[in-house]
């Protein structure tokens, strides 16, 4: 049978205690006779087809043995072990608590407390175990073997005993019937403007006569007027094939995909002819005029022999986080969170592994990197947590650097088994699979209200489209958007060829400018201030661009001077350094620069500051290298106001009349014939 990505990661087993001691506490022959046959069932009596140890075998074997000498406190600890084995953790503690209770003393190195402060972790008993693994390290003799992970338990019961009585806000909702069905689905992710969710489901098949299950990619869309989700629908068959297809992540414009694939049982193709580098894989798709196109093997150096998985693309597709599974000598996987960057030439860099203040020598698994850039929450196995794998949110300094992880608490987080969260954009709104009752069954998709203080950064929804001023076109025009603050740019990259469209995240209290550039057309500026946006969740932008033979005027919209002076901001530069580069590329043309005011306070007072900040910026252009003869400057004054005087003198509204004044005080330029 084929694996399933899903199931990759198992639970991690203590190290259980190994019996070769004589004599044994009984005297009774037979009760001695069952129990050394119990001992060696479980590999006697192996499943013949698969290898398994036949562990419950063993069990029965044991409890003859009990029967026979109910003081057997050695039989107690081998059906304990075995129990463990078999995932009967409540049993396996009756079982370290009735050796213990027949003979305190028999472990001197105190390890019974060891393994049943373990079981009582697992099954969330967190005072019980707290008291036991105390019992353990107050013991002269402990193992030092076992100290190191006893300290961690501690650590854990503790946070346990404290996590549940002060539990956080948890209501979590199914995600309805247009997503869940009978069949298990997981592995969510969303498109940043929250239209559109991804995700996985495991559906029965058969293959070459044989009963079999597989996982393919299904899509939502979310229906505002009804606040339901719509029928989930199958992705194209080029994306999904006759084999697994599983953990996937959209981009921010849900233009792309990046997702895991696995070899089959030959090794050589993986389903629908995804070549790969050995283990399992990340292929991507992009939507190209509207179609997905065939996925291919990840360009670059992400993937290896070992098995990369589970990956989280940043909201502008330039970042990559996933879970790589290095072997070690001994045979043990463990699993870590890397990061990729894409490069220049469209392939992706060689992976780093996060530091260890994010992984740990357990396994770390379902990282997201949530829009703001700055924020992954991700399960692990080896932080402190409540048991099984935890849900953990860390957050990145200026300086690139991760913090300690947070847990997300209880109960987010339980005994059992958490991972695959999903953030929203704006922060509030997390989505996750679980088994829990009064599901459509097996694994269904919830979402649910994410307390305050585990919120990343507020993000917008912000969409510009690009297309030609006169024909309405679209146009495939390269964007440049810079973080006024800091000059940082978070996004750089060509407009969508189909809808002229590029879509991201911005987060709030920042100010940005865009640029806009495309061949046969004068650039296009603007910004926009999201310091000051209220209840809103998204930012559309038109772009116009003029053709390069245009008499039109065009607003120099990122030029900034302070009130009443003509010195460039430093913040101007951006926009500036950008019109001298399409100088130099067209050394033909020749422009005016012109100055423009409101028709506030004294007319030539006007026309005096209008020049000088026209000739602030030709002074410029001119240090950038821009020859003098195809330069002229000219202020304007307020004659040439975009919003008249006598329209604005009929605004009743303070704010209306001041957006008015600003849009007339602008720096321009015209084409010369």
């Not at 080029?238 to 694939?261: H, L, M, Q, R, Y």
């Not at 101007?572 to 422009?591: A, F, M, T, V, W």
């Amino acid at each position: 049978m084929r694996f399933l990505l899903s199931l990759f990661f198992t639970i991690l087993l203590f190290q259980l205690p190994v019996f070769a001691q004589f004599p044994y506490s009984s005297s009774s022959k037979k009760a001695i006779k069952l129990f050394e046959k119990g001992q060696k069932a479980p590999m006697e009596l192996r499943n013949p087809q698969t290898g398994a140890p036949n562990y419950q075998e063993g069990i029965l074997l044991l409890n003859a043995a009990i029967d026979k000498d109910p003081n057997f406190w050695e039989a107690y600890l081998l059906k304990a072990e075995f129990l463990e084995y078999q995932r009967k953790y409540a049993d396996a503690a009756f079982c370290y608590k009735k050796a213990l209770q027949i003979d305190p003393t028999h472990s001197i190195s105190g390890s019974t407390h060891f393994y049943l402060a373990a079981c009582q972790l697992t099954i969330g008993e967190y005072n019980d175990a707290l008291q036991t693994i105390s019992i353990f390290l107050n013991n002269p003799n402990a193992n030092e073997k076992l100290q190191a992970q006893a300290y961690q338990m501690r650590a854990c019961a503790e946070f346990s005993v404290a996590a549940v009585n002060n539990p956080q806000p948890f209501e979590p909702k199914n995600a309805g019937e247009g997503i869940n069905t009978a069949f298990p689905e997981y592995y969510p992710t969303l498109t940043v403007d929250g239209q559109q969710l991804l995700f996985t489901r495991r559906l029965p098949t058969i293959q070459e006569g044989i009963k079999d299950e597989q996982e393919d990619f299904y899509v939502s869309n979310y229906d505002a007027q009804s606040g339901q989700w719509s029928l989930s629908s199958p992705m194209p068959k080029n994306i999904n094939t006759s084999w697994n297809e599983g953990a996937p992540t959209i981009s921010g414009d849900g233009k792309t995909i990046i997702f895991v694939a696995c070899t089959d049982p030959s090794g050589v193709n993986y389903g629908g002819n995804r070549t790969g580098k050995g283990s399992c894989d990340l292929f991507i798709t992009r939507k190209e005029n509207g179609r997905w196109t065939t996925p291919v093997n990840l360009p670059g150096a992400v993937n290896t022999s070992n098995w990369e998985t589970q990956p989280s693309l940043s909201a502008d597709g330039r970042t990559l986080y996933f879970i790589r599974a290095v072997r070690s000598k001994e045979g043990r996987a463990n699993s870590d969170i890397y990061v990729s960057y894409l490069l220049d030439n469209g392939t992706w860099s060689e992976a780093e592994r996060l530091s260890n203040v994010v992984n740990t020598s357990s396994n770390e698994e379902s990282v997201q990197i949530h829009p703001d850039g700055n924020t992954l929450y991700f399960a692990s196995r080896g932080h402190i947590g409540l048991g099984g794998s935890d849900l953990f949110v860390s957050r990145k300094d200026a300086k690139g650097n991760w913090s300690k992880p947070t847990n997300l608490g209880y109960p987010i987080n339980t005994r059992f088994d958490e991972n695959s969260l999903l953030v929203s954009a704006l922060g509030d709104i997390a989505f996750f699979a679980s088994d829990r009752q009064g599901g459509f069954g097996g694994l269904d998709i919830y979402w649910f209200e994410l307390p305050k203080a585990l919120q990343a950064v507020q993000t917008f929804y912000f969409e510009g489209t690009a297309f030609d001023a006169v024909s309405k076109n679209k146009l495939a025009a390269h964007v440049t958007l810079t973080d006024l603050s800091n000059g940082q740019n978070v996004f750089d990259g060509a407009a969508d060829s189909f809808d002229g469209k590029i879509t991201l995240p911005l987060p709030i209290n920042r100010s940005y400018a865009v640029l806009v550039n495309h061949p046969g057309y004068l650039p296009f500026s603007l910004n926009f201030d999201f310091t000051k946006l209220e209840n809103a969740q998204s930012y559309m932008l038109d772009m116009p661009l003029n053709p390069m033979n245009s008499v039109a005027e065009n607003i120099l919209n990122n030029v900034f001077f302070d009130l009443g002076k003509a010195t460039l901001r430093p913040e101007s530069q951006i926009e500036l350094r950008n019109l001298s580069n399409y100088l130099k590329k067209n050394p033909k043309l020749k422009i005016e620069l012109q100055g423009h005011t409101d028709s506030q306070g004294d007319a030539a007072k006007n026309m005096v500051l209008s020049e000088a900040r026209a000739k602030a910026v030709y002074d410029f252009l001119l240090l950038e290298g821009i020859e003098a003869a195809r330069l002229s400057f000219k202020g304007y004054g307020s004659s040439q106001a975009i919003i008249s005087a006598a329209a604005i003198a009929n605004m009743t509204s303070a704010a209306e009349i001041a957006a008015a004044h600003q849009k007339n005080r602008r720096t321009s330029y015209k084409i010369l014939p």
